[in-house]
DNA sequence: GTCTATAATTAGATAGAC
DNA sequence: GTCTATCTAATTATAGAC
């Protein structure tokens, strides 16, 4: 976390984080050396020390923000009265989040095993209450007869990891765009859940 | 007792295997030190290069044995000739095999970024030759007209990912039996590739 | 085959100058 | 705020005794 208003702190905290995230994404937390992060950034080591009191501090942090980010646009977002187009809105909107976050998003999946207890704690009932978010539109559907479930929770995940797998295949620069993307799997979000 | 040589041999070298595997998928690959694993094995480090050049190579080892696995188990099942059948075998040899294996699989997505470039290619092969086998079945239901799938490719990549999932949440002391996994999973996936 | 001992390197984190 | 210098500890891997 920023802890100082300074001139550079402004600009130095922020560059630290990307530095951190990006070389967290591609190599491992557990890979990447405080020495590496002050390279990328262009300072010494030293001096990340100004910015986090610790190297799994900063990755927290990094963990953290991108939950909170996650839960702060979803409940930005209207949720349809009607559970269909509410499912439709959860799905769409899960793709573009985590397609336009790749780094956070890998980071996310990828590290929880190198957070102390108390931080794994945390972010696990972020996670949590993301999928209850999911959940109550699925039981709400489920209700009024028009999907057809076994296990609430178990499809949440269901879906929930179909669709963040999109993240490790999918590249701007590929021949499908991420509308398409989008639709392709919303159709096979929309049949797995719906009631015959 | 008889001299030893030769007779740990047979012995230790998948002691090792099995302690690096167990070790890496509960710490990761990074995290873990050749000391630990020569202690969970009960050994001191220097014995530890009697049975692999490096902790890379190690690794690696573990990884391809794996999906050398999962191609050859997957190579001896029957594949039913009706589509829906086929895609039912194939969902229920995937849980099957992935819950079976967890700490198998758990290194299988986690750790291919420490992998040098060869090896990474190597695995990716067995990866997409898995892959290619969801994808047979799914196209040639869609010749027949039961599956009705935008695109082959990004529906077995959709599949993989939701059915792999369960290997994150699934415990053989919770409420739901492998069985009850299965049935949920399969029903999902069968709608989600239906026709309509 | 396994041990002890060690070489060579690197890690996270801190102290104090500027 | 950043730098240089450094402390302490840990790492992978190897050499040679037994």
Redesign the pocket.
Known sequence: MAR??????G??GPRVRKAAQKLFARNGYAT?????I?ADV??????????T????TLLFDLMKQHMDELLAARAAQDVAQVPLAALEGFTRFHIRFHLDRPDAVFIAYMELRNLTEPHFEQLEQLRATYEGELMAILSAGQVAGVFDLRDIKVASRAVIAMLTGVTTWYRDSGALSREDVEEIYWQMVRKAVAAT
Chains 1, 2 share one sequence.
Do not use: W
């Open positions: 100082t208003q300074g001139s550079y702190s600009t130095t990447v050396s405080m020495r590496q002050a262009g300072v010494q080591a030293g001096a990340l020390y100004n910015y009191p610790d190297k799994q």
